[in-house]
């Protein structure tokens, strides 16, 4: 079965710094694919980045990059350069299979979330 | 701008009614949706998959008699909570994919049931 582990339950961070948010999975699959939510108190998810498990170099969206190293099964989420707003939840999640057309089912299992705050 | 729209934000019902949520794909189409509930510190836990013109799909444990799932157009997809309960208070929220690495979510729906 597959599952997303996420051991930092909270983080602290300090304004402008960067900070490293963990995520580990476990498949049997071949194909599938990873992505990192933001979840503001207000409860919306909002997409932040993808990494498909055949994609060869590691995601990078503007201040956010992942970490993805397919051996140790572990796909962390960097954010650059802290600011205020980035204060939330994040959620690491998977799907199995990499392109619709290569049978991804579009459900995502989530880990159990980092709340992330960061101090001015 | 919001891609996957859900209404309402907030609902709060009486014990014993129903009460209806909605999902919307804002411009494009979705063949599936997908409906999570997440219980407040918790983590997001998949209820149903709501498939356009044919019975929803629902996870192991979750009760499709109470949580009615309608996906009558490639737009829409609803979800009705029938004879709620305040055990059914949560956040509701929908998801459905427009590009293959992109999967949106909706804006949420808190329930409370009183």
């Known amino acids: 079965a597959q599952k997303i582990t996420q051991t930092q339950p ?14 580990t999975y476990d498949t049997s699959d071949q194909s599938y694919g990873l992505f990192w939510y933001k979840q503001p108190s207000s409860g919306e998810m909002i997409f932040l ?6 994609d060869e170099q590691n995601a990078t969206e503007g201040r956010y990059s992942l970490n993805f190293q397919k051996a140790r099964k572990s796909a962390n989420l960097v954010i650059s350069a802290s600011q ?7 959620f690491c999640a998977m799907r199995e299979g990499t ?3 290569g049978g ?3 459900k995502l299992i989530f880990g159990t979330g980092t709340l992330l705050a960061v101090q001015p | 701008g919001a891609v ?3 209404h309402p934000s907030r609902v709060i019902c009486k014990s014993g009614t129903s009460v209806k949520i909605e999902c919307r794909s804002l411009d494009f189409q979705a063949t599936t949706m997908f409906w999570y ?5 918790q983590s997001l836990m998949l209820m149903a998959t709501s498939n356009e013109g044919s019975k929803a799909t629902y996870e192991q444990g979750v009760e499709k008699d109470k949580f009615l799932i309608n996906h009558a157009s490639l737009t829409l997809s609803t979800l009705t909570v029938t004879s709620a309960h305040p055990e059914d208070s949560s956040f509701y929220i929908c998801s459905a994919t427009k590009e293959w690495n992109t999967i949106y979510f909706g ?3 808190w329930l409370t049931v009183v």
Do not use: H, W
Request: glycine share 10%; with cysteine.
């Open chain 1, 10 to 23: 909270g983080m602290f961070v300090q304004e402008k710094e960067a900070v490293t948010l963990d995520c």
């Open chain 1, 49 to 54: 980045i993808y990494q498909g498990s055949y």
């Open chain 1, 84 to 90: 205020l707003g980035d204060s939330a939840m994040y």
């Open chain 1, 99 to 101: 392109t619709y057309y």
């Open chain 1, 104 to 106: 991804a089912t579009n």
């Open chain 2, 4 to 6: 996957v729209s859900q």
């Open chain 2, 37 to 41: 509930r997440q219980f407040p510190k």
């Open chain 2, 107 to 109: 804006e949420g729906s």
